[in-house]
């Protein structure tokens, strides 16, 4: 039987701190392992105090690699419904069933224990090893080991003091801290406006506010949530402009498809839902998947990914020779302004000699009974 540790956190960013306090418990109480948990995205609508799972986790499996007996774990942010505690632990416990739980979290989660979802099979299920900040302030009757010892570093210090410019380097991992760097996570954001302007040339973001706008009317008209619809219009081409998009889309871990492999110009769609997520703290699904489908579409999109795939095409800056009346027919029917734009766009690329996307041919083979 081998005792092994699971530290749970949202991990926005993780930190020395996180470090410490995970390496003293392991050190303390003879654990094999410490299993870094980091949190999914919290189920209440768009919250930009806490930056995407799939970001944090990254910059967690970058801080703890190398470090023996540190173990990242992604299965709370996999999963599609919120999950307390007592779910993941018994999750592990079916991965480990002859083994120890020790679950580690900290003196200021402690307070309010008796209110988390079933405290006592939590208990039966893993020994509680508090951390305490602040050294011998906490006692409790769930703790079964309370450690510690003065850590005073905050993720949220860490975040305000990267909007305010100052230095954090001494706080994190290096990996963490050039990551957040290179990525321009936690920077402030005053508006996206004034962001996105210094990011895309004149004209894309001149486009970009068109898409925002007639993604708004079109929500309005078809009944789907118009923020959002604004908010993914206008950031839908973020990424259009930048320079090093593979090497960005290698630490991002963005997953491209063949067809985009091959085709640069089409990168800065799952680019760009990525760096949504970094530089203005998106992470609402819907808009991160609105940006990620805006070039080549999908069968099966959402409204609001149509909306913003329609709007792309549609934005009153667009003067190709079908603009007009596609205009018109995406004030009316959403699903045929879609089925219009994939064609207008085959049309114009095989013109051209561009190679045509598989996803164009699926949205058209879907639509075509309808309305052709
Ligand atoms: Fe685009
Ligand atoms: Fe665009």
Redesign the pocket.
């Known amino acids: 039987m081998s005792k092994i540790g699971i530290f749970g956190g949202t991990f926005n960013p993780i930190h020395n701190g996180h470090i410490e306090i995970a390496r003293r418990a392991k050190e303390q109480f003879g654990l094999c392992k410490v299993i870094f948990l980091t949190s999914g995205n919290p189920p209440h609508k768009q919250n930009t105090q806490i930056l995407d799972a799939k970001i944090r986790h990254i910059m967690v499996k970058r801080a703890i690699s190398g470090i023996d007996g540190f173990e990242p774990c992604d299965w709370e942010i996999k999963r599609s419904e919120p999950s307390y505690t007592r779910d993941a632990l018994l999750y592990f416990k079916e991965i480990f069933p002859k083994d120890e739980l020790f679950f580690i979290i900290g003196g200021d989660s402690l307070r309010d224990f008796d209110k988390w979802y079933k405290p006592q099979e939590i208990l039966k299920l893993c020994t509680i090893l508090v951390y305490d900040r602040k050294g011998g302030t906490v006692t409790s009757e769930f703790a079964k080991q309370v450690y510690g010892g003065k850590i005073d570093i905050s993720s949220s210090e860490i975040r305000e003091n990267v909007k305010n410019g100052l230095n954090i380097s001494d706080k994190l991992p290096e990996e963490v801290y050039k990551f957040i760097e290179r990525n321009e996570i936690y920077g402030y954001v005053p508006g996206f406006e004034a962001k996105l302007q210094t990011m895309l040339t004149p004209e894309r973001f001149l486009h970009s506010l068109g898409v925002r706008d007639m993604a708004k009317e079109l929500a309005k008209i078809f009944g789907a949530d118009e923020k959002k619809a604004e908010i993914a219009g206008l950031l ?2 973020n990424a ?1 402009n930048m320079s090093d998009i593979y090497s960005r889309c290698a630490d991002l871990e963005v997953e491209l498809d063949e067809f985009e492999k091959e085709n640069p110009k089409l990168v ?2 799952p680019l760009g839902a990525e760096t949504a997520k970094c530089i203005f703290g998106i992470t609402d699904a819907d808009i991160i998947n609105a940006i990620r489908w ?2 080549v579409g999908r069968p099966d999109m959402s409204l609001l990914e149509k909306i913003v795939f329609v709007a ?1 095409l549609t934005e009153k800056g667009r003067k190709f020779p079908d603009a007009e009346e596609i205009r018109k027919i995406a004030k009316k029917d959403i699903d045929r302004a879609v089925y219009e734009c994939v064609k207008a766009t085959v049309s114009v690329n095989k013109g051209r000699g561009i190679a045509i996307h598989p996803n164009a041919t699926k949205i058209i083979t879907k639509f075509e009974k309808n309305f052709k």
């Open positions: 839908h081409d259009k800065h769609a805006h070039t792309d």
